[in-house]
């Protein structure tokens, strides 16, 4: 139970999970519990899970390859390991994870029992603004954002600073600016 810390992989009922946050409480007169937030690899859903001391937890036995974007179809996104193997996810398995994905973007790929489950991005990566309207004369109020459009298709507030053309770094854990390259 000591072991549960974020970023922790672990096995639940034969799932993969990762621990998203862990809170050890003890109360008064009764055992000490491990709160925790655990996400589902695979559907990528979020529970509350509390585990008690006597609890035996395994760790998910993942295989994790190093691997690159190649391309896309209308739904299915291809990558290569550094082996040569090609897999494919469809666009609903990676979800917003779709608006970072350029041709070459590096990634690792979660395998599970030998069925890739996920994909993980790095995470900051640099995109080129496509589209970002022009700062209005007068609006600059403290921290003033605007919508911006990157070169995949995804958009992401910016500063008002931001033009088209412009590469920006983007934490891809939270979809936010983080600053111009």
């Known amino acids: 139970m000591n072991e549960l810390k974020p970023g922790v992989l672990i096995e639940l009922d034969g799932e993969p999970y990762t621990v998203l946050e862990a809170n050890h409480n003890k109360m008064a007169q009764r055992r000490p519990v491990m709160q925790t937030k655990i996400k589902h690899l695979i559907t990528g859903k979020v529970r509350a899970e509390t585990f008690q001391q006597s609890d035996k937890i395994a760790e998910a036995d993942l295989e994790r390859l190093k691997a690159k974007f190649i391309y896309r179809t209308r739904d299915e996104f291809f990558f290569q390991t550094d082996a040569g193997e090609k897999m494919s996810f469809s666009e609903k398995i990676l979800a917003e994870k779709t608006g970072y994905l350029k041709k070459d973007t590096p990634v690792e790929i979660y395998v599970f029992k030998g069925k890739p489950i996920s994909v993980e991005l790095p995470i900051k990566i640099v995109l080129e603004v ?50 111009r390259v």
């Open 130 to 179: 496509k589209e970002a309207p022009p700062a209005t004369k007068g609006d600059t109020v403290q921290g003033a954002l605007k919508e911006a459009e990157l070169e995949t298709g995804a958009t992401v507030k910016v500063p008002l600073f931001i033009e088209t053309g412009d590469k920006i770094e983007v934490d891809t854990r939270s979809g936010t600016y983080a600053r």
